[in-house]
Nanobody
Framework: QVQVVESGGGLVQAGGSLRLSCVAS????????MAWYRQAPGKERELVAF???????NYVDSVKGRFSISRDNAKSAVYLQMNSLKPEDTGVYYC???????????????WGQGTQVTVSP
């Protein structure tokens, strides 16, 4: 089993910054692709940022130039630095961690419980 825990959410004024953290633990041989998603009230969950095992990144257009995803494999962690926050960034942010339980196993994705980010005007 793999557990994923997010932290770092909160209330911030527009233009401010937050740094989200996500740590995976449990039966992990290696972590693969990791990502941050968000879900605003009344909307579907959307992919915000993605980082491969090799460190390649991709972002949804609305956050490009403002958000930065990074990872620390030694800590089994992924981070999301969010700058110049806007009210439309408000939502619950979820981490999805890809992990292999043993050598040669297929990678499976594991979700955390989410952390609330609220950006006030």
């Amino acid at each position: 089993q793999v557990q994923v825990v997010e932290s770092g959410g909160g209330l911030v004024q527009a233009g401010g910054s937050l740094r989200l953290s996500c740590v995976a633990s449990g039966t992990i041989f290696s972590l693969t692709n990791m990502a941050w998603y968000r879900q605003a009230p009344g909307k579907e969950r959307e992919l915000v940022a993605f980082i491969t095992g090799a460190g390649s990144t991709n972002y949804v257009d609305s956050v490009k130039g403002r958000f930065s995803i990074s990872r620390d494999n030694a800590k089994s962690a992924v981070y999301l630095q969010m700058n110049s926050l806007k009210p439309e960034d408000t939502g619950v942010y979820y981490c999805n961690a890809g992990a292999r339980a043993f050598f040669g196993a297929r990678s499976s994705g594991y979700w955390g419980q989410g952390t609330q980010v609220t950006v006030s005007p």
